[in-house]
């Protein structure tokens, strides 16, 4: 009773400090306390819900922000009306003295978040709102207080961790970041981001050393090795030698940290050495071999890869860094694809060789290559690509190859290359198909993509480039990719091309994840209706048998007897009529197509929703539903029940639901009950 008692007292204060200082008025003081009463009403609740916290502290950031404006205001008015002379009207606003006023609202708002943690302890979420709030508010000390906690609580959330050394070095408090970073490292070394952001906070450390030594005129030239240097870093368990008690690193390694960099800033061959060792990135790649070790994966090399090409560092450790970057990658993942890619994209960039360069806002190391360094660039690429297939029989990176000479060789590539370095990748993937008697997809449809290409540029002959796709389709028959490859070449070399097509479906393999776009392959939006559908009913004749291949045709054969229906009706009664007429036709003709081939759900629903959408008449959309219904009928009843209720049918809809309920079981009528119970709600 006596703690009530004491906060309405401070909340009385607070009140009457702010209408001393005519911040509010009397009546908005009253107003405020009814405002806090509701929220702590709903506060006291016997099931407290995390909204009903925010909306209170959201409230007073609101009342806080109102208060600083008027304050401000104020102010200004006092400075207006107190300067006589008008020598000072634009100084700043002088600071009256500190009361409770000033930190109440603020201290508030963190009352309710500490109420709120009490209550919601495992909501990450919540915690790290309240971190913000208080580093929004310049609450130093508290943001340390609160992120310790939050981390005691949840230490496998890498984004704390993340949060609070990003608080440390805002503050300059490079070490204790360090240390919160190497902590999270440990209880979640299979965290990317984690290692992501202590790569690039030691990438921050090594700029702020270069440019501290820069200021004071010490240079970085100088040989050797400082064997303090290498204890630092290189031993894995000192390296991340952490109390987890303290939250520190260990006296031995902090004591030499701090004597390395106090001989680092002095003259002398090793203070030289030393320092030429900690601008050329030791640090920086012990942090990486640490990092692979830990986590051997593509997704860790990627984003290391996107942060020592992107971060502002200089053209000597960027270099250097990607040197070792590149080492690692090809030693631990040599034959993976996105790997290789990197790699070989490497070589197709420019490096950061000049001071011009490195004074520059872009990033130089994505800069694409001119003239002869381009064409030095896609030959070293192009050789690397070849050596590394040499050594694997994996499709995955044959695929790599085929995007390389399809990126560097297409008419729409970002780089526009001679036409003889065309012709050399194209040479170089003709050999390399002929020498390994290659029968990968990739491979060939890459080289079916570029010969017909050249063909059209008039550096190969229409001819030839139509023997080299026919001699593909017959080396693997059963690819769908490489058939599509010959099909788009004979197309785009105006070939007639209904021969092929044929021979491609009988030739493709139903295992192939594009035996379906083979079959569809020579239908076009541009085809006249009735020619498509007759299209259609052809390849449908052919599938007999195949029941997947089958509903994928009939879904695209109800899409085009639809077609027509797209057409805006007008006024006149004989348009409407004769619409009619067209529907009546497409389900006419639907009801024949029944009874040839194997209409599933799937057909049956789509017809129903493409005539529901075009304002299809009842009579119709029912009889689709019985059509329906026999494959799924809760989706069918659920269909029909609701286009019935939007279109002013309630109670048939009603009566629909119930009858269909008393056909189906028990799970069946929980499903279509749940279902009904939200379309009405």
Known sequence: MERVQFQQEQMLDELKDLVDKKVFTVAETKQIMKQRSIHEATLVRRVAKKSDFLRYASYEMGLEHLRRKR????????????????????SEIPKTPVTVSDFALVRRQFHIFERALKRFKSDVGLWIE????????????LVGRITARALQLHPNVPSL?????????????????????????RLNSSNVEMWTEYLKMELGFIESLRRRWDVLGITREGTGVSQNVKNIV??????????????????GIEKARDAELERLDQEGDEGTAARKQILDGVIVKAVMDSAVQALPQIELFESFNRLITIYPSSPTLRES???????????????????????YTRLLTSASDSASQASSSSNPSVENLRGRALVEGVRRANEMLISIMSDTQEESVRQVYAQFALEWCQKDSRINLDENLKLYVISSLQALIHRQKSSSPS?????????????QRGTVEPAKALDTAKRYTSRVPESASVWIARLTAMKALDENIDAVWREARRSVSPKDENFAHVWTWGISEDMVHDERLRVYEVLLNESVGDSSLQEHLLLGYVAALMVSRSTPVSGDDSDQVANKSAKALNLQKLRHMQGRFLNTG????????????????????????ELWRTANVVEATIAWAEWLLKNGKGKEASVLIVRSKGSVGQKEQEEMETQWVRIMG
Request: charged share 25%; proline share 2%; glycine share 2%.
């Open 71 to 90: 304050v401000e205001r104020l102010s200004m008015c006092r400075v207006q009306m107190d300067n006589l002379s008008m020598l000072n009207v634009t």
């Open 130 to 141: 309240y971190i913000q709030l208080a580093k929004k508010e310049g609450a130093r000390s």
């Open 161 to 185: 961790y993340i949060l609070a050394a990003s608080h440390e070095l805002a503050h300059l408090s490079p070490s204790t970041a360090r240390t919160l970073l190497q902590r999270g490292i």
């Open 234 to 251: 290189s031993e894995k368990d000192q390296f991340l030698d952490v109390d987890m008690d303290e939250g520190t690193t260990t006296a």
């Open 321 to 343: 860094l990607i040197e070792h970057f590149d080492a690692l990658l090809r030693s631990t993942l040599p034959q993976h694809p996105r790997a290789i890619e990197i790699l």
């Open 443 to 455: 491979l060939l449809c890459a080289h079916i993509k570029l010969v017909t290409e050249a063909a």
């Open 602 to 625: 799937k057909v049956w629903q789509k017809m129903f929703h493409l005539e529901a959408e075009e304002n299809g008449s009842a009579i119709v959309l029912e009889e689709l539903y």
